[in-house]
């Protein structure tokens, strides 16, 4: 191999190095990163820095026989919230993000001030006559919000981080160990 073949080789590398990560890269880094998020629902919890497990909820805490006490923080059965994660791949950049409307106070968690329509109390007696079947007596959560005198609730949603504002550490390697995988691949081809 002569110097300008090593010349055109080089160019050749630096070529590919270049479109690795102003193209490729992004993408993958969006699709590792989402993968990363979306494991995290399923342990039910938010890894940064270590796993941090999320708060139970009041249904995994109550004992309920339902269908929705299978379900883990923040899961349900549909997932939209778990589902809705997405990314968007730049110039040599990714910005992972969701469009569910009540991402945010579930990520950083908030207080909640709905106000009680009369919309809202035909939708609970419905609830609680499903719930409580032939037992119309039976105290449900759902009586209670519909015989409520007050106009407006308070509702106070703890903090269950899935979506970091910078990468943890954990995510940062998993993207890392990719970059390095295909510069090697590159480099040895």
Do not use: C
Not at 87 to 104: C, E, I, K, L, S
Request: aromatic fraction near 8%; avoid cysteine; glycine fraction near 8%.
């Amino acid at each position: 191999m002569d110097i300008q073949e090593f010349n055109r080789r080089l160019l050749q590398k630096k070529k590919q190095l270049d479109d690795l990560m102003h193209r490729k890269m992004p993408v993958l880094a969006g699709n590792i990163a989402k993968r990363h998020i979306e494991e995290d629902f399923r342990k039910g919890g938010f890894t940064h820095g270590g796993f941090h497990k999320w708060k139970e909820t009041k249904r995994q805490k109550g004992g309920e026989k339902g269908a929705n006490a299978q379900y883990g923080p923040l899961l349900s059965g549909r997932n939209y919230l778990s589902g809705s994660i997405e990314y968007t791949p730049g110039d040599a950049q990714v910005t992972v993000f969701t469009r569910a409307p009540y991402a945010g106070v579930h990520n950083w968690g908030g207080i909640l001030r709905p106000t009680v329509t009369p919309k809202m109390r035909r939708f609970a007696w419905a609830q609680h006559y499903r719930e409580a079947g032939t037992d119309k007596k039976k105290d449900t959560f759902w009586k209670r919000l519909a015989l409520t005198k007050k106009s407006k609730l308070t509702i106070t949603i703890p903090q269950r981080q899935f979506m970091p504002s910078t990468p943890g550490p954990e995510l940062a390697k998993k993207v890392n160990d990719k970059l390095n995988q295909e510069v090697e691949k590159i480099i040895n081809s």
